[in-house]
């Protein structure tokens, strides 16, 4: 009786001061629910206060100090029935709800999204990035998520929001036509569809969505693999140039290491005379007798054209045709047309190309 006479006594100071960094909604713990007439509100910057009766929402507070009379709380008084003002005490839940925005969460694929690259063909992405969110509508978000939790946290949420950014994500990237090539140079575009198309979704539970940004969009190891080895072979350019290069550094490495003895003077003069005939084939100078293990020369025949992208090539001569073939500009698959042929046909079926799609070529020097 001593204790229920002093908290009657007591005069009521609502406020929330907790600051933990992924609370959203906290609602303020009072014996019995029950507040007294006059009571002292307090909401802060970047607090909203919500008040509940009986389960419904009804009076909403932005930051300042309130004294809580009837004139303030006109749902709630309509609510409770106070024809003739406040009954002290009354039984209300006050919710407080943190609306400063709540930055650098991540969102990222679990597993790898599919989609059709104009180049590539069918390839597998994964991409990651953050966003940013704030309460828009505390009365939405209570109806809508929190509930009755007394303790409502970023935890709570983020894995049903990071599902909605991961679904709607690979959907837009796999529509937007964009080449893998060029996706670095779009990822602001990309996070700005993605917001555009994500937003109203956020919103539906209270929520604002105020930013959200595209930081990686990575291939499979073994594709990205085969992309440096293209890219490397980008940087060096024509392959009979870099091999003549090649050629001559190594005799000039072979030239200024002088040899110790006769046998190693033999093995130095070797390998010069095995770099020179090296350089000699790389510019296209006759080379010495083939040995056994060298392919027969290729007999002269027709000249032939090359479908590529859709476009007849050429005419070639045999010894263009097979230069062709080391520098990886044609293959056994590749549609050729001579004078005297009914149609196009696979290089490899040809009977004056067959032989080079038989032949080996020597290792390139210093492999």
């Known amino acids: 009786m001593i204790m229920e006479k002093l908290f009657g006594e007591f005069v009521d100071v609502i406020q929330w001061t907790d600051d933990s960094p992924d609370t959203l909604a906290w609602r303020f ?20 206060a919500v008040f ?19 004139a303030n709380l006109p749902i709630l008084s309509t609510l409770q029935a106070w024809p003739h003002g406040f009954e002290s005490p009354f039984k209300a839940e006050v919710y407080f709800f943190n ?15 599919m989609l059709r690259d104009p180049e590539f063909g069918p390839v597998r992405l994964r991409a990651f990035g953050t966003y940013e969110i704030r309460i828009a509508d505390p009365a939405v978000l209570l109806r809508e998520v929190v509930g009755t939790d007394g303790h409502f946290t970023l935890d709570e949420i983020t894995d049903q929001l990071r599902n909605l950014i991961v ?4 959907t837009i990237l796999g529509s937007s036509g964009i080449p893998v090539l060029d996706l670095a140079a ?4 990309l996070g700005q569809f993605v917001h555009g198309r994500i937003a109203p979704e956020f919103a539906n539970y209270g929520l604002e969505l105020t930013k ?14 085969a992309m440096d080895r293209r890219t490397s072979m980008g940087v060096i350019g024509d392959l009979r140039k870099y091999t003549q290069f090649q050629a001559a550094e190594a005799m000039r490495a072979a030239a200024s290491n002088p040899a110790d003895g006769g046998a190693a003077t033999g093995i130095g003069l070797g390998m010069g005379m095995a770099m020179a005939k090296q350089m000699a084939d790389a ?16 007999p002269a025949g027709r000249s032939f054209h090359v479908a590529r992208d859709g476009q007849p090539d050429g005419p070639f001569e045999l010894a263009e045709l097979r230069q062709q073939l080391r520098d990886g500009q044609l293959a056994a698959e590749s549609l050729v047309w001579a004078e005297g042929m009914a149609g196009w046909e696979k290089a490899a079926s040809v009977s004056e190309l067959a032989p080079l799609f038989r032949a080996v070529p020597p290792p390139l020097p210093g492999t």
Do not use: C
Request: a negative charge.
């Open 29 to 48: 713990e009072r014996y019995n629910n029950e507040i007294k007439f006059g009571a002292k509100l307090t909401v802060r910057e970047a607090q909203t």
């Open 186 to 189: 779009n990822y602001d575009q």
């Open 52 to 70: 509940v009766n009986e389960g419904e929402i009804a009076d909403v507070f932005t930051p300042g100090m309130y004294e809580l009379r009837t």
């Open 99 to 113: 609306m400063r925005r709540f930055t650098d969460l991540k969102w990222g694929t679990r597993n790898p999204a």
């Open 167 to 170: 679904a709607r994500f690979a």
């Open 283 to 298: 510019m296209g100078a006759p080379a010495p007798a083939a040995s056994p293990a060298t392919p027969p020369p290729l």
């Open 212 to 225: 959200l940004l595209v930081e990686n969009v990575s291939l499979p190891p073994e594709v990205e693999q």
